[in-house]
């Protein structure tokens, strides 16, 4: 893992990137050149709102690569309809993306970094570690595990933060962390009990970025992209259950959290094609529900008229009212603390009650 401290609608056009990856995006010229953080960037590919930049010189089929990886991950059953539209209009409100380098730290690198200042970043990828035809094989294409990194990062541990927060005795996910580490280190031990089959030593690596390495490490080996001998050896001095089986078998709490079906994590390995059945695939935007404060305890103001629906984080309707005023407010007071999607007239929000 790389450690980092206008909402566009989506156009699906055919383009084939290879005899092998057949994917329904197409790059088109940067439509933000003017931004000092991006204007490095000539290459540019929507993901149902989110997006990937890339520099001229990285070739147009890595850039549809990872186009392709991140709506896989998103849309993991592939029917052209995001799988939780909480995480899309969490990751389309923090204008995710994933920029693409022709090498680390070069001028583009450096620029971005030097004046971007956005939420919407958690890794980025160098087109020297992209393969797309071995799609997130380790030591050979690092792109799964990127944006993997960003839409935990970004959108995941924002919505669903009980599950997934990365902070100590913050989450499922920090407990079965500490699990899997043999105790809780807040920063790398001399030496890792025994016991422990999570021992990552990277020391520039703190609690925080153990703690999405081991989502990742969890999610690919339910997968099943680390099931092989050469992986497995290659991994075992960070990572030893690297079959579905012995995840199962060794990482009890961290198994049931990764496949617990309220978080819709992917199940299924992104194989670097992504083109749903029909190749008229119609136009999906995600448009954003105006409201204030986010988050709140008491009274959210929604800057819409029409038919509101307030559902939770697994779908189950809270409220539905016909709203007609410019400005509505509304009383969550007694909602349970967690996340909700607010929903007027096709648009759509994330709102997290205190």
Request: proline share 6%; glycine share 6%; aromatic share 10%.
């Amino acid at each position: 893992m790389k450690k980092l401290s206008s909402i566009v609608a989506l156009g699906l056009l055919i383009a084939t990137t290879s005899a092998q990856n057949n994917v329904c995006f197409t790059v088109v010229s940067n439509p933000n050149s003017s931004d000092p953080a991006l204007s490095s960037f000539t290459k540019y590919v929507d993901v149902f709102g989110c997006s990937v930049y890339a520099e001229s010189s990285v070739p147009d089929e890595k850039v549809l690569h990872a186009a392709a990886i991140w709506a896989e991950l998103i849309d993991n059953d592939e029917d052209g309809i995001v799988d939780d539209p909480a995480l899309l209009a969490e990751l389309v409100a923090n204008e995710a993306m994933m920029p693409v380098f022709a090498a680390d730290e070069n001028p583009a690198m450096l620029a971005f970094f030097n004046n971007y200042n956005g939420n919407g970043v958690a890794a980025v990828l160098w087109q020297t570690e992209m393969n797309p035809s071995t799609p997130g094989y380790w030591g050979s294409d690092a792109t799964v595990e990127e944006v993997m990194h960003t839409i935990n990062g970004v959108g995941h541990v924002n919505i669903y933060p009980a599950a997934f927060d990365f902070s100590p005795n913050s989450s499922l996910l920090s407990a079965a962390m500490d699990v899997a580490r043999g105790g809780q280190f807040l920063s790398i031990p001399s030496s890792y009990p025994s016991a422990a089959w999570y021992h990552y030593d990277d020391a520039t690596c703190d609690y925080g970025c153990m703690a999405i390495e081991y989502l990742y490490w969890m999610t690919v080996t339910n997968m099943g992209i680390l099931n092989d001998t050469p992986t497995c050896n290659g991994i075992a001095n960070e990572w030893e259950p690297c079959s579905p089986a012995l995840l199962q078998s060794m990482d009890l709490l961290g198994h049931a959290l990764i496949t617990n079906p309220a978080y819709k994590l992917p199940q299924n390995a992104p194989d670097g094609n992504y083109c749903p059945p029909s190749l008229h695939i119609e136009e999906q935007g995600i448009n954003v529900v105006k409201f204030y404060p986010n988050p709140s305890n008491e009274i959210v103001f929604i800057e819409e008229h029409g038919f509101i629906t307030i559902t939770d984080s697994v779908g189950k309707q809270i409220l539905s009212k016909q709203i007609s005023a410019d400005t509505n407010a509304i009383n969550v007071s007694k909602f349970p603390k967690g996340t909700y999607i607010i929903s007027v007239n096709g648009k759509s929000g994330v709102f997290i009650k205190n």
